[in-house]
């Protein structure tokens, strides 16, 4: 594999990049202090702006380390963070990412969030050479699973129990796609 690190990527309507300390009031505002977004999450809903700032007190160092990789999603005509994606997990010996994604209700089903996962995707592959791509989603969220659908993941299995969202355990469904898939497709995202 190729490790990069969290290289800024675009698309026609967003800018994804590297999250600052500067962005924790939009952070907050957008969707981490919503319980409605956090909802089917495994991280409990902010309190304050003071809770997002010390969570991105501690992302911020991470991007110093080129298998990390964790973007904002700032959607162009906004200039502020919406959302985040990133890798939860990078397995190099199988080179295999697991991505976890939210973004903020007001931007819920106007494609967004395929549109960072297709970015997000096509990095992956094609500049860090991965070969699997993998996330989760609460069977409860099926919008999640209809996002990794649509950029070419396959459903692979659900595991009963298999998480702890904020609604307690809960099934997950397991969505993925391989190199040699997303090579052979057309971009299902943009």
Request: glycine residues 8%.
């Amino acid at each position: 594999m190729n490790h990069l690190g969290t290289v800024i990527l675009e698309t026609e309507r967003l800018i994804l990049r590297p999250f600052t300390l500067e962005d924790a009031p939009a952070m907050y505002t957008n969707w981490a202090g919503d319980s409605e977004v956090t909802r089917h999450l495994t991280w409990p809903t902010h309190d304050s702006a003071a809770v997002s700032r010390a969570i991105l007190a501690d992302w911020v160092p991470l991007y110093e380390k080129p298998d990390y990789y964790h973007w904002a999603i700032v959607l162009r005509d906004l200039g502020e963070p919406m959302g985040s994606i990133g890798a939860v997990k990078v397995n190099d010996s199988v080179e295999m990412a697991e991505i976890g994604y939210c973004i903020g209700q007001r931007w819920w089903h106007q494609g967004y969030t395929s549109e960072a996962l297709g970015a997000v995707i096509g990095f992956l592959f094609g500049r860090v050479e991965m070969n699997r791509i993998q996330a989760y989603h609460d069977v409860q969220n099926p919008h999640s699973g209809d996002v990794m659908a649509k950029c070419g993941m396959v459903y692979e299995g659900t595991l009963r129990q298999g998480a702890r969202s904020n609604q307690g355990l809960t099934d997950v469904a397991l969505r993925a796609i391989l190199k040699r898939d997303w090579v052979g497709q057309e971009r299902p995202c943009p």
